[in-house]
């Protein structure tokens, strides 16, 4: 969902405000590309190859051991396990 909401910002150039300033259009566009796929290929390929890379980066840090309150905490004496200097 979050990719396809980038393809609406992105692309048809939509904003969050346009919910209440303009929520036929934009449930307009929203339905057709829904109603007819095959006619908009861009915004189903977008809306995949922004997902996999959303994923791949959420994907990557989760599996990296990346912890921000592991970093941050105070009094921490190491950071990842090494010495701070």
Not at 8 to 18: A, H, K, T, Y
Not at 41 to 62: A, E, R
């Given at each position: 969902?979050?990719?396809?909401?980038?393809?609406?910002?992105?692309?048809?150039?939509?904003?969050?405000?346009?919910?209440?300033n303009?929520?036929f259009?934009?449930?307009?566009?929203?339905?057709?590309?829904?109603?007819?796929?095959?006619?908009?290929?861009?915004?189903?390929?977008?809306?995949?190859?922004?997902?996999?890379?959303?994923?791949?980066?959420?994907?990557?840090?989760?599996?990296?051991?990346?912890?921000?309150?592991?970093?941050?905490?105070?009094?921490?004496?190491?950071?990842?396990?090494l010495?701070?200097?």
């Open positions: 969902m979050s990719s396809f909401g980038v393809y609406l910002g992105r692309f048809l150039r939509w904003n969050s405000w346009d919910v209440l303009n929520p259009g934009l449930f307009s566009d929203i339905v057709v590309r829904f109603i007819y796929p095959m006619e908009y290929t861009k915004t189903w390929g977008v809306t995949l190859l922004m997902g996999i890379m959303l994923n791949f980066m959420y994907f990557t840090f989760k599996w990296s051991g990346i912890s921000e309150e592991k970093e941050l905490r105070p009094g921490s004496k190491s950071l990842n396990g010495e701070q200097f």
